[in-house]
């Protein structure tokens, strides 16, 4: 017990490489993590990180290794970054699309999305995306100049997540659209009356949302991984509802929030290598903490408990 | 013909157990995305429980008991604790996910033994019943105590005084309240029994259609399970023909994929995820919620 609580400490916070591996497993946390409390703000369940990270992925991936080949580094990254922002947009906003036009529940629409997504990957890495080899079910290794720029092992995506999460704060709560999609996620039927739509602010969260989501997982296969594969995210987007909690949907607490995820991730992983517990221990401390979170913010604030808004309109 | 009837029958039943328990849940004024993860936890304890004792019904009831402790677990939070229904689900299946994956590995080190599994109910004469033969007898436990399930939970609901309480909690918490109906204990209940035949549905899936547990092994069914309900209307009726659309949709999908039409096997896998939404979008539209779904209820709140 205590060599698996050792290599817990030193694979996280304990030693250089450490935190070397912390901020890696951090930067798509941070990002994802900001993708779902901007949703779950706006009273729409995006459940669906997962697959809007699976979709950026894939759509970076066409344009690093098919579309944009030979462009320099100056075009290709913020293309890469952007195709990957495109590729969740497009999932998240299917799913707000689905709810205000059809009443679908964005809460199953998203789930059912992570499977379509996972198997999107999937058929391109056995198909068009293969790498030319024809060996393994991969893509091609990016261009260097599709790659994020680095320092040491921690990719430059970090730093873009940080700022992310101060620009969404300042989107959230002092621009006018963060008003209405905060007065939709708490009150819809009084935002109604004030004539802002719920639908078409439920549309436009779902695709910002998607589009954070899917700048993830283009920051993973351009910082961390240089290609698409399957398996390429083992449950990040669900470990963002977890850090959006844990960080009771502030974009700024989110940053604390991702970064003491991401120490539990290395941590974990450095305990399944050197004692053998099994790293998906993590997602059992995962569900903990999303329950200690909610019930504490219960506790504080009874008038605005997490969520009981966003289907409160239904009636 | 009668082979994909068979499969479309044996496909269905983990969704149709599965989903029943849900719709036991949902008409109490409860969402539980969190059905996955109970039906996981149900497939575990049951394989577990079959593989030790070398019974195959031991392990059932292990996972029936598993399920209901998913469902405190649940009831504890979303009933009597108000956190939001959607945070308790995800919550709940993280910690299924991550609990039988360390507990498969720390019990089978990655190799897990073949379970004990149950077979088809009878065989010989009733077996070979035209019709009643294949739709039940040929079919192993699962099958028919899907058919009676159904039955029962639609009857229940319908016809009996704690089918309407349960039904007067979904459709307004409040009046049912002021009725002098116990509103928590009511919901509890149901996310109890739901949260049992969940269980009982993952067993399905370790101790009939395979002989074996793997992690994540659900794969979503319990997510489909949501979509059932949604798709039969939130009736027993409902949720047993959805069930088998969705059965019979699995097994078409099999049976292309194994004639190797030439269509990559991603494609398959996709495929009922993309049936659902599109059910989803096209016929249901806005049918008939229980109006209090999805909502906590507290007397002083309101």
């Not at chain 1, 991936?61 to 320099?72: G, K, M, N, S």
């Not at chain 2, 099999?254 to 993309?274: D, E």
Request: glycine content about 12%; charged content about 10%.
């Amino acid at each position: 017990m205590n060599e698996a609580l050792l290599a817990l400490l030193s694979g996280s916070l304990g030693s250089v490489a450490g935190w070397t591996a912390t901020l890696r497993e951090s930067a798509p946390l941070l990002v994802t993590g900001l993708a779902v409390a901007l949703a779950f703000r706006g009273g729409t369940w995006n459940i669906g990180a997962e697959g809007q990270l699976l979709a950026g992925a894939l759509c970076a991936t066409v344009v690093a290794t098919r579309l944009l080949v030979e462009a320099p580094a100056l075009l290709l990254v913020p293309a890469v970054a952007l195709a990957g922002a495109f590729g969740g947009a497009l999932f998240g906003a299917l799913a707000g699309v689905l709810r205000a036009a059809r009443g679908v529940s964005e809460v199953i629409s998203t789930i059912l999305l992570n499977f379509v997504a996972s198997s999107l990957v999937a058929l391109a890495i056995h198909g068009p995306l293969q790498e030319a080899a024809r060996a393994y079910p991969k893509s091609d290794p990016f261009p260097s100049a599709a790659l994020l720029p680095s320092f040491g092992r921690v990719h430059a995506g970090l730093l873009v997540a940080l700022l992310l999460a101060v620009l969404l704060h300042a989107l959230l709560f002092r621009t006018p659209f963060g008003f209405r999609l905060r007065a939709v996620g708490l009150a819809p039927t009084a935002a109604r009356f004030a004539g802002i739509s719920p639908e078409r602010i439920a549309v436009t969260t779902l695709a910002l949302s998607g589009a954070l989501a899917g700048l993830a997982g283009a920051f993973e296969v351009a910082g961390v991984t240089g290609q698409l594969y399957e398996g390429l995210s083992a449950g990040t987007g669900y470990t963002a509802i977890a850090v959006a909690l844990l960080a009771r949907l502030q974009p700024l607490w989110v940053i604390p929030s991702a970064l003491f995820f991401g120490a539990l991730e290395a941590g974990a992983a450095a305990m399944q290598r050197e004692a053998g517990v099994p790293a998906v221990v993590t997602q059992v401390v995962q569900g903990v903490v999303i329950l200690l979170a909610a019930l504490v913010s219960i506790r504080r604030r009874p008038g605005a408990r997490l969520g009981a808004r966003a289907r409160s309109e239904a009636g | 013909m009668e082979a994909l009837l068979e499969a479309t029958l044996r496909l269905a039943a983990p969704l149709l157990l599965a989903a029943l328990g849900e719709l036991v849940i949902e008409r109490a004024g409860l969402i539980d995305i969190g059905i996955e993860g109970t039906m996981l936890t149900g497939a575990f304890a049951g394989f577990v429980v079959a593989v030790a004792s070398g019974s195959a019904l031991a392990g059932v009831a292990a996972a029936a008991v598993a399920g209901t402790t998913v469902g405190a677990l649940f009831a504890a939070f979303a009933v009597y604790g108000r956190v939001d229904q959607i945070v308790v689900g995800t919550a709940v299946n993280l910690l299924a996910l991550g609990a039988t994956g360390a507990g498969s590995r720390a019990l089978y080190g990655g190799a897990p033994p073949a379970a004990p599994t149950l077979g088809a109910l009878a065989s010989g004469p009733l077996a070979e019943l035209p019709w009643l033969g294949a739709l039940l007898f040929a079919q192993t436990p699962f099958v028919c105590a899907g058919w009676l399930l159904a039955l029962a939970v639609g009857v229940a609901l319908a016809r009996t005084r704690p089918g309407l309480r349960l039904r007067a909690v979904g459709d307004s918490a409040r009046a049912a309240d002021a009725e002098g109906v116990p509103v928590p204990r009511v919901r509890a209940a149901a996310v109890l029994i739901g949260s049992s035949l969940a269980g009982v549905a993952g067993a399905a899936l370790s101790l009939a259609q395979s002989d074996s547990f793997t992690e994540g092994m659900t794969a979503g069914r319990g997510f489909i399970a949501l979509a059932i309900v949604i798709f039969g209307r939130w009736s027993a009726l409902g949720v047993l023909l959805a069930s088998l659309f969705f059965g019979c949709a699995t097994a078409l999908q099999f049976r292309l994929q194994a004639r190797g039409v030439g269509i990559p096997y991603p494609v398959f896998l996709m495929f009922p995820y993309l049936v659902t939404l599109a059910v989803l979008a096209l016929a249901t539209g806005r049918a008939r919620a229980p109006a209090d779904l999805g909502r906590a209820y507290a007397r002083e709140a309101s």
